[in-house]
């Protein structure tokens, strides 16, 4: 667990339940990553047309950034 996950938390009694929580959580935790694997692959595959597109270089950065933030929500998840 990140300690992103209790960071700035002063009440060491919800420290406890978010650790106890996110170690409760493994297969919630294991399938929310799949399903961001999921959406990380199909950001990608961009059909025909988008590459006619004047302003191909915003989709292909906006799926970059998208492609970022899945793999910050998996790490956070591991």
């Known amino acids: 667990m990140k300690k992103t ?3 700035h938390t002063q009440n060491q009694q919800l420290v406890e339940d978010i650790r106890q929580s996110f170690l409760s959580s493994t297969v919630m935790r294991d399938r929310l990553k799949e399903i961001c694997e999921d959406e990380i ?3 990608f595959s961009l059909s025909k047309s988008q590459y006619d597109c004047p302003n191909w270089q915003m989709l292909q950065a906006d799926a970059v950034g998208y492609k970022r933030a899945m793999e910050k929500i998996i790490s956070l998840l591991s």
């Open 41 to 43: 692959k199909s950001s």
């Open 5 to 7: 996950w209790t960071q």
